[in-house]
């Protein structure tokens, strides 16, 4: 009977392992699906419907600069939601090396306490 428990435990573990590291592969791609995305929106932008205006002078120089500010203010949303995924996949695996190295702790995410000034 002790080995069948054993076994269910090693089971469970084992899938509870293998989801979360389904889930952060499937970030990934996902993030990676849409940086692709945004690189073929800007190349298109810029190959069918930026060249097709032939635009010269100053319409041309806002039309640079308004496809320079969208392109990096349509970058800055995918790159956070990036980094969001890479910090959430850092801070998961941190906290469990954390509860392997310190399993007697009560707390297991690291507070650095705030310094209260210096006092007389």
Same mark, same amino acid.
């Given at each position: 009977? #002790?080995?069948? &428990? &054993? *076994?269910?435990?090693?089971?469970? +573990?084992?899938? #509870?392992?293998?989801?979360?590291?389904?889930?952060?592969?499937?970030? @990934?791609?996902? +993030?990676?699906?849409?940086?692709?995305?945004?690189?073929?929106?800007?190349?298109?932008?810029?190959?069918? %419907? @930026?060249?097709?205006?032939?635009?010269? #002078? /100053?319409?041309?120089?806002?039309?640079?600069?308004?496809?320079? !500010?969208?392109?990096? &203010?349509?970058?800055?949303? !995918?790159? &956070?939601? %990036?980094?969001?995924? /890479? *910090? *959430?996949?850092?801070?998961?695996?941190?906290?469990? /090396?954390?509860?392997?190295?310190?399993?007697?702790? +009560?707390?297991? @995410?690291?507070?650095?306490?705030?310094?209260? #000034?210096? *006092?007389?």
């Amino acid at each position: 009977m #002790g080995n069948s &428990s &054993s *076994t269910n435990g090693f089971v469970k +573990d084992l899938v #509870g392992k293998l989801q979360t590291l389904l889930l952060e592969i499937t970030s @990934i791609i996902l +993030d990676a699906f849409f940086l692709a995305l945004w690189v073929l929106v800007e190349w298109a932008l810029n190959k069918y %419907v @930026i060249k097709a205006l032939e635009l010269s #002078g /100053i319409s041309q120089w806002v039309l640079v600069t308004f496809q320079i !500010v969208f392109s990096i &203010s349509t970058l800055v949303v !995918v790159l &956070s939601y %990036v980094i969001l995924d /890479i *910090t *959430t996949i850092v801070t998961k695996n941190w906290r469990k /090396i954390k509860l392997e190295v310190f399993p007697n702790e +009560d707390s297991n @995410i690291a507070v650095v306490p705030q310094s209260q #000034g210096e *006092t007389k």
